[in-house]
């Protein structure tokens, strides 16, 4: 490997030294820190003349000190006559595009931080308030129950256990509760009086709706200016972002670990369901479950400004997974107010429910759920907790960027997920430490990258990199 | 109809020269809303329409999170540009990374530069700032920068604070030397010179005094006061060279590290700074602090910038 340099950033010096390992190199000399004023200061220890220079920094921790330092890291490289200076992002930060959902009237549905939480509100509880036929035992114990409960129904008759059925219940009151959206921005803990934020969007200035600012372009155009040639990153939240770019983005796939992980250590996984959170990740994990030749589930969220109509009995006949759990399945929501203050000014107009509906049949099934990034664990912890309670035997959740800001760490702790397994594109120290080695499984990406850095020094295509199992 | 009135823009935290420039502009801050995820990415969004608009945004950043800071500043001028502002200023009094303004060493990075095209990449249009570390800074952007001094202020301190017939300028360094000079003019004072080595950044070794200060009042006179070992260190020289008493007078007060504890271990009978900076907690922990308001030079600025008249006025004088 001649003349390359590779740099480490302060965010993950354990991944860089594993892909220097895998690249035979050692990493080069750099110091980072930062002046008594909080400015961050970098002094290079070796050459970079006429170099091929590699600058891996992850997009975690303290994230804008991460990044500028990055940026401080390419200039720097750049202003020393490198040749060509890459920036290696296994997590790329501000990749997603921050997007607050409206209410009618231009508020932002916008969730306080919660203090404390039990593991009842974390996933919308999909047990009806007006269910009176059976005296239901709380959905964990559902969930427990779920089995013996198939094995009783069976003698009962045809429930079509087959068949595949959209399957819809709402959250009871779940948006107060909890957050409902696991990628809305938080409001700092200043804005603690809702009626404040409510004055903001009050009557009077409805007219503008708010919008928020697009970091994608800015963080592109940032990378650039610095110096940045080339950028490698990993499963990239929306792969459009590569479009921001005038220089030329090579998104990795964290897919044929992923495959090779399932293959190899969840038991019968032919037998298992590939289910993706949302919608947006559906395509990823349609072509996982593709390329592994098993079935694929959706879960599908959906903010309704109707409740359905009906008595909630309705679909007790009809649902095949209403038997079984022995639960009306079109849960009644109470309505559901997106925030206090909405309530009082718009009355029982905009009154809004969260319908999720599961597409597909994951019934006495191991359930394996991809998403590519978990921040809040909002979404996923939900979905798992859906998974249970339709009936799934198993949950794993197959991620790619483990975040887990605030308190997540926890929230997974108590959620339904059975395992966990990440990459380490972000420190997993922490998520080992805190959920233990049994129900954490870290996959390492430093040969991924270490590969992809030895084919773009080498100019040799890495296109195979994704079709090539590891 | 086409308005262009100012926009004063300010980020959530330290809003308290903003405010001041606003009130003496006659208007309100722009509501908007920084929303920092909790992984520490920061979104924006402003709450009024801003098209066509002539922004300003001011920033005052002190010692700490200064990225945080920066990029807030980034997205918030990128949040205006994509929102069809007609012009976007960004007054940053206190420029950040203005110390890593030049290759001191192989390999080492022009933050500095940095800075100027991460501004200008994010859609700055003007800068406004003041008494940068080097002035060189300003060929640094693409963009038409204004330096602004905060010498007028400190003339106008010293006038009514000190009694100024007794007292001597010092520059604590030979880079300072000049502004020291141009501000004794301006006084009908004398000048002396400290000369320091430095051994490595926020370090001092050895100070020797050119000129005397023999029972005269000395003021200090600084750029930028960081840890303040420099100031306190230097007080100590000129207190063995018989001078009567010592008082420093810095544009940037930084006050990073150990600085409160230097200053009131110090034998520096006064440390007054501009409000470039936001210092109002430390003043509470050290009563040595005062400090010079700059909010009407910054206004005056804005106004004139928006009218498209001269600021060159600004420079020799201080607005009430």
Not at chain 1, 292 to 309: M, N, T, W
Not at chain 2, 58 to 83: F, H, P, Y
Not at chain 2, 137 to 147: A, E, S
Request: charged residues 20%.
């Amino acid at each position: 490997m001649n003349n390359i340099v590779v740099f480490g950033g302060s965010s993950h010096p354990s991944l860089v030294d594993k892909i220097c390992g895998n690249l035979g190199v050692k990493p080069s000399q750099v110091k980072l820190g930062k002046f008594s004023n909080g400015e961050t200061s970098i002094s290079i220890g070796e050459s970079v003349r006429e170099k091929d220079v590699y600058v891996i920094q992850s997009g975690c921790g303290h994230v804008n000190d991460n990044f500028i330092e990055l940026l401080i890291l390419l200039n720097a490289c750049k202003t020393a006559s490198a040749s060509r200076v890459t920036a290696v992002m296994p997590y790329f930060c501000y990749s997603r595009q921050p997007d607050i959902p409206y209410t009618a009237k231009g508020a932002p549905l916008i969730s306080k931080p919660k203090e404390s939480y039990t593991f009842e509100s974390v996933p919308g509880t999909p047990v009806s308030s007006m269910t009176s036929t059976q005296a239901p035992t709380g959905p964990s114990h559902d969930a427990l129950n779920a089995g013996n409960d198939t094995e009783n129904k069976k003698h009962d008759g045809p429930t079509n256990l087959h068949q595949p059925k959209p399957v819809r219940f709402a959250g009871d009151g779940a948006i107060h509760k909890s957050p409902s959206q696991s990628r809305i921005p938080m409001v700092p803990e200043r804005k603690e009086n809702s009626s404040e934020l409510g004055s903001l969007f009050n009557a009077n200035n409805a007219g503008y709706k708010l919008w928020v600012a697009q970091a994608g372009t800015l963080v592109a155009n940032l990378l650039t200016t610095a110096g940045a040639d080339h950028v490698i990153t990993m499963d990239l939240h929306d792969s459009q972002f590569q479009g921001f770019f005038d220089i030329p983005v090579d998104n990795l796939y964290c897919k044929p670990i992923a495959h090779s992980y399932i293959q190899y250590n969840i038991p019968e996984y032919k037998e298992a369901v590939l289910v993706s959170p949302d919608a947006g990740g559906a395509k990823r994990a349609a072509s996982l479950a593709d390329a592994l030749g098993i079935s694929f589930a959706l879960i599908h969220k959906e903010k309704r400004s109707q409740l359905p109509k009906g008595p909630p009995d309705a679909s007790l006949t009809s649902g095949g997974g209403a038997a079984i759990s022995g639960k009306p399945l079109i849960a009644s929501m109470s309505s559901l107010a997106l925030n206090s203050q909405e309530m009082k000014t718009s009355g029982s107009n905009s009154r809004y429910v969260q319908t999720t509906m599961l597409v597909g049949d994951v019934r006495n099934k191991t359930c394996i759920l991809v998403d590519d990034l978990v921040d809040t664990s909002y979404t996923i912890t939900r979905a798992a907790k859906l998974l249970k309670d339709q009936g799934a035997t198993k949950v794993y959740a197959l991620i790619t960027h483990g975040v887990f800001s605030g308190d997540a760490l926890n929230r997974v702790s108590l959620s339904a997920i059975d395992k966990i397994v990440v990459t380490n594109s972000v420190p997993q120290h922490k998520t080992v430490k805190f959920l233990g080695k049994d129900r954490v499984h870290v996959l390492d990406v430093s040969q991924i990258f270490g590969e992809s850095i030895r084919r773009i020094h080498n100019g040799e295509s890495i296109s195979m990199l994704f079709e090539l199992g590891w | 109809m086409a308005t262009n009135s100012i926009k004063l823009l300010a980020p959530d935290v330290h809003r308290g020269l903003a405010e001041l420039v606003a009130k003496r502009l006659g208007l309100k801050l722009t509501d908007t809303k920084l929303i920092r995820d909790p992984t520490g990415e920061v979104s924006f969004s402003i709450q009024e329409s801003v098209r066509d608009q002539d922004i300003f945004i001011i920033t005052q950043i002190g010692a700490g999170v200064v990225n945080d800071r920066v990029l807030e500043l980034l997205v918030m001028i990128n949040a205006c540009k994509t929102a069809s502002a007609r012009r976007i200023t960004s007054v940053l009094p206190n420029f950040p990374y203005a110390r890593q303004d030049r290759k001191d060493k192989s390999r080492a990075p022009i933050t500095a530069k940095l800075m100027a095209d991460m501004l200008t990449t994010a859609g700055c249009d003007h800068v406004v700032t003041m008494d940068l570390h080097a002035s060189q800074i300003q060929g640094f952007f693409d963009v038409p920068v204004d330096n602004l001094y905060a010498e007028p202020s400190v003339v106008r301190y010293i006038r009514e604070n000190i009694n100024f017939s007794e007292a001597i300028i010092i520059s604590p360094d030979a880079g300072g030397a000049k502004r020291a000079a141009a501000l004794a003019d301006r006084l009908d004072l004398n000048f002396a010179l400290i000369h320091k080595e430095r051994a490595r950044a926020n370090e001092i070794s050895k100070m020797v005094l050119v000129g005397d200060v023999t029972d005269k009042i000395c003021i200090i006179v600084d750029d930028m006061a960081d840890t303040c070992g420099t100031l306190a260190k230097a007080a100590e020289v000129l207190l063995e060279n018989r001078a009567k008493s010592v008082i420093a007078i810095v544009t940037h007060g930084v006050l990073s590290g150990k600085a409160i504890q230097n200053i009131n271990n110090s034998k520096l009978d006064k440390v007054v700074c501009t409000s470039t900076v936001p210092f109002e907690e430390k003043m509470k922990l050290c009563p040595k602090l005062a400090v010079i308001d700059v909010s009407a030079v910054l206004a005056e600025s804005i106004r004139r910038l928006h009218n498209g008249e001269s600021i060159s006025y600004l420079f020799k004088h201080s607005p009430l």
